[in-house]
T-cell receptor, first 113, second 109 residues
Framework: ETGVTQSPTHLIKTRGQQVTLRCSSQ?????VSWYQQALGQGPQFIFQ???????GRGNFPPRFSGLQFPNYSSELNVNALELDDSALYLC????????????FGQGTRLTVV | AQRVTQPEKLLSVFKGAPVELKCNYS??????LFWYVQYSRQRLQLLLR??SRESIKGFTADLNKGETSFHLKKPFAQEEDSAMYYC???????????FGTGTLLAVQP
């Protein structure tokens, strides 16, 4: 059984650019959630995908968008990057259903300069 | 609004001392609460959850609905318990989690 993997691990982008982060969910999991973790803060929910459909969204602007693919892997896209987007981005997969355990990836550290 | 509060950013104890990491929540209804842990250079992982009522690595947590708390406790801290601990609450119809800001536990030898 493979765990949740994210790529890349680190990324530096310039303000105004666009970025795509990738996540492979754990085998057998059909739900993927994305979180943003700023320095010194807990993870903040961005959105969730269940069977390729967005299934809930946190308080993030539309320039944060995502996709889930038939194999349940997922992408997070951020357009028009701002300095405040600098954070650790975490992907978590779960087997679906409420209150099930979320399995986290190691995260992608995004720095916007 | 649903919210999780962890009042301590840092808790420093000596090995063998008791540990209590505080977590208070705001939630309407009967919450399912979690403690997640992140050891140095490792990913965030589930430590324990309210519904299972297990003791994991010597840690326990009891839901107190009157005080809206879910404090994490261990009678005798070990150096390997040093880590970042996050209390989390399910966020409604989706399977999202609402996290507290976390408490860094430092166990001194």
């Amino acid at each position: 059984e493979t765990g949740v993997t994210q790529s890349p691990t680190h990324l530096i982008k310039t303000r105004g650019q666009q970025v795509t982060l990738r996540c492979s969910s754990q085998s057998g999991h059909n739900t993927v959630s994305w979180y943003q973790q700023a320095l010194g803060q807990g993870p903040q929910f961005i959105f969730q995908y269940y069977r390729e459909e967005e299934n809930g969204r946190g308080n993030f602007p539309p320039r944060f968008s995502g996709l889930q693919f038939p194999n349940y892997s997922s992408e997070l896209n951020v357009n028009a990057l701002e300095l405040d987007d600098s954070a650790l981005y975490l992907c978590a997969s779960s087997p679906g259903g409420l209150n099930t355990e979320a399995f986290f990836g190691q995260g992608t550290r995004l720095t916007v300069v | 609004a649903q919210r999780v509060t962890q009042p301590e950013k840092l808790l420093s104890v000596f090995k063998g001392a008791p540990v209590e990491l505080k977590c208070n929540y705001s939630y309407s209804g009967s919450p399912e609460l979690f403690w997640y842990v992140q050891y140095s250079r490792q990913r965030l992982q589930l430590l324990l959850r309210h519904i299972s009522r297990e003791s994991i690595k010597g840690f326990t947590a009891d839901l107190n609905k009157g005080e809206t708390s879910f404090h994490l406790k261990k009678p005798f801290a070990q150096e390997e318990d040093s880590a970042m601990y996050y209390c989390a609450l399910p966020g409604g119809a989706t399977n999202k989690l609402i996290f507290g800001t976390g408490t860094l536990l430092a166990v001194q030898p």
